[in-house]
């Protein structure tokens, strides 16, 4: 009696029918993937934006004291001035929607002694400061609508995690010594 040869070999019907399944799982994995990485990108671009604008204001208010080196006739208007020119110099490479402008940077000078002042109080520009009654710089800038003006636009529903404002402030207090 003559046997039938046996196949050695399974059936390739039996792997082809797994053949879509790695296509379905990248359809159900890769959006949460893209959102996932899209998400932080936007949120780091958003600290990027935050410490870059902090890092501007804190120079701004170093330049303050700086400016000009020598000349004691320099009023606060004109210290004021070189603080706008290095905030918006070091904030040059932000989109033209957040870019700071003279009147979204505030700057101000204050006595350390009067607890009122903040940085919407105007500048007194005949303030004088002296060691018994010290004064304090104070410069900030603020992004009032951060999430509509993003750099990274956010993806709809993102968008609840991203500020609404963005603010940086920075005080430096007035020595004498330096004006």
Do not use: H
């Not at 379905?24 to 936007?42: K, T």
């Amino acid at each position: 009696m003559l046997q039938s040869p046996r196949p050695s070999k399974p059936t390739p019907a039996a792997p082809r029918r797994q053949r879509g399944v790695y296509a379905l799982e990248w359809a159900i994995v890769f959006p949460m993937f893209f959102l996932l990485l899209y998400g932080i990108i936007c949120y780091g671009l958003t600290f990027l934006v935050r410490e870059s604008m902090q890092y501007a204001v804190e120079e701004g208010a170093r330049a303050a004291l700086r400016y000009p080196v020598g000349q004691s006739s320099s009023t606060w208007n004109d210290r004021k001035m070189q603080t706008l020119k290095v905030v918006k110099d070091s904030l040059d490479w932000l989109p033209p929607a957040i870019k700071p402008t003279d009147t979204t940077i505030k700057f101000t000078v204050c006595r350390i002694s009067d607890a009122a002042c903040n940085q919407d109080s105007a500048l007194n520009a005949t303030l004088s400061c002296n060691v018994n009654d010290p004064c304090m710089v104070l410069v900030s800038y603020a992004i009032n609508d951060y999430q509509s003006n993003a750099i990274a636009p956010a993806i709809p529903g993102l968008g609840l995690v991203l500020p609404s404002t963005l603010q940086a402030n920075a005080s430096i207090l007035v020595n004498r010594r330096l004006l």
